[in-house]
C-alpha cells in the first residue's frame, strides 16, 4: 500500500524504482569522487605535426587520450613519441586516419601552413572535430570549402590565434574604447 491507503500497482513501482536508479546515475562525479575526470569524459585525439609549434598544442591535450602521434620527421619527433609511448605513432596522417577512423574524436593540426587545408579537410570529411593552427587555408575558396565541410559533418572547429588569446589584447581593446561606425 502507499502512503495514502492506496495500493501501488507493479507498473508505478517500477517506474518510481526505475527514476531512483537513474537519479544515482546521472549523480556529479564530484558527489562520488574526488572531482576527476572519468575516462568516458575524455576524447580520443590525434596530432599531426608535434615538432615545434606542435609539441605546445601537444602539451595542450595532455588531459585527453592522445591516441596517435603523427610527424614526418620521427627523429625530430622522439621527444614527443616518448612523452606519449600508448600513442601509436605515424609518418604520413592519412595512415593515422585510416587505421583509427573509429577510434579518434578530435585530431589536432600543427603542420606546415601549407597544407593545414589538406589535413583539415581529410578528418572533418571523416567526422573528426579539429583544431588548427593559423592560417587555415592559403585562399578563400579554400575556407569556403573548409566551412561548408565542417557543416555538412557537424563538426566542431577550431583555429589557434594566441596573440588573441592573451590579457594584453583584451585591456588595450578596453582602454582604447575604438568604436567602428558605418557611414549611411
Known amino acids: 500500500m502507499g502512503d495514502n ?37 575524455k576524447l580520443n585525439i ?3 605535426g608535434i615538432t615545434g609549434r606542435g609539441s605546445a ?3 595542450g591535450v595532455k588531459g585527453e587520450n592522445v591516441i596517435a602521434l603523427c610527424d614526418v620527421d620521427t627523429r625530430r619527433a622522439g621527444e614527443a613519441f616518448d612523452a606519449f609511448p600508448q600513442a601509436k605513432k605515424y609518418r604520413d596522417y592519412r595512415k593515422m586516419l585510416d587505421a583509427l577512423e573509429r577510434d579518434l574524436d578530435a585530431v589536432v593540426v ?15 570529411r571523416r567526422g573528426k572535430h579539429v583544431y588548427s593552427e593559423k592560417p587555415l587555408a592559403h585562399s578563400i575558396g579554400e575556407v569556403r ?14 583555429l589557434g590565434n594566441q596573440g588573441h588569446s592573451f590579457n594584453d589584447i583584451h585591456t588595450f581593446w578596453n582602454r582604447t574604447k575604438v568604436r567602428i561606425t558605418t557611414l549611411p
Open 57 to 59: 598544442n601537444l602539451n
Open 145 to 158: 570549402a573548409l566551412r561548408k565541410a565542417a557543416h555538412e559533418h557537424k563538426v566542431v572547429t577550431q
Open 5 to 41: 491507503g492506496m495500493k501501488t500497482s507493479r507498473r508505478q513501482f517500477v517506474k518510481a524504482a526505475g527514476t531512483a536508479i537513474g537519479a544515482f546515475t546521472i549523480v556529479p562525479r564530484h558527489v562520488l569522487g574526488r572531482g576527476q575526470r572519468p575516462p568516458s569524459e
Open 110 to 124: 600543427s603542420t606546415p601552413d601549407h597544407t593545414h587545408a589538406v589535413v583539415l579537410m581529410d578528418a572533418m
Open 46 to 48: 590525434g596530432c599531426v
